[in-house]
């Protein structure tokens, strides 16, 4: 999953981008102190699959921007750059804890994504709901389903193109599939131009 999808703003139900926080453990306990007294950290204390409990410092790249921007002071043995997005995609739907930043209603807050349900470039088809991460992945989406050939590898969204449900695929879908994301596409520019 990527670090930021565009999810609906609980706010004023305009498209809002969600960033996934990073958490990094904490090594000693002589550190947790700072991590619980820092204005850009939230601490919390994780549990295991084992039932040994962990320390973690989270940050919220998308309140406080840059960690290598934002930190300035931490204790040895960590740097700002370990709360920096990953450069790989990783499967997030273990802790989907975030921040959701609105460019409409100015909502920027913590929030726990409810993925797929706060997607905001979903459509229904057939009691089948089909999803993006957002606009990139979403035109991408269109154009697959729009073409004759399937060939999920000349697209940079390839891996979440080869999961899109047969029932969107079908040439008696596609009429509809494509209309409603041409609606959702043309609505979402619509609404970027006004703000």
Not at 13 to 40: M, P
Not at 118 to 131: G, N
Not at 179 to 184: A, F, G, P, S, V
Request: net charge positive.
């Amino acid at each position: 999953m990527p670090h930021c999808v565009d999810v609906v703003c609980p706010a004023c139900r305009h498209r809002a981008e969600f960033e996934f926080a990073e958490v990094v453990r904490i090594n000693l306990k002589s550190d947790v102190e700072f991590f619980q007294q820092s204005s850009v950290f939230e601490y919390q204390q994780f549990q295991d699959s084992c039932g040994h409990f962990w320390h973690a410092a989270i940050y919220f790249q998308g309140l406080h921007g840059d960690p290598r921007q934002a930190i300035h002071k931490l204790p040895d043995s960590y740097s700002a750059e370990n709360w920096d997005h990953s450069r790989y995609l990783r499967n997030r739907v273990g802790w989907p804890v975030g921040s959701i930043r609105c460019g409409s209603c100015h909502t920027r807050r913590r929030h726990v994504l409810n993925w797929p349900a706060d997607a905001y470039y979903s459509i229904a088809h057939r009691s089948h709901v089909l999803w993006a991460f957002h606009r990139e992945s979403a035109v991408e989406l269109l154009q697959y389903l729009q073409s004759t050939e399937r060939e999920t590898s000349r697209y940079q969204w390839a891996f979440f193109l080869r999961h899109v449900p047969s029932v969107f695929k079908v040439s008696k879908a596609r009429e509809a599939v494509v209309r409603q994301l041409n609606k959702l596409l043309d609505a979402e520019h619509i609404d970027r131009r006004s703000t």
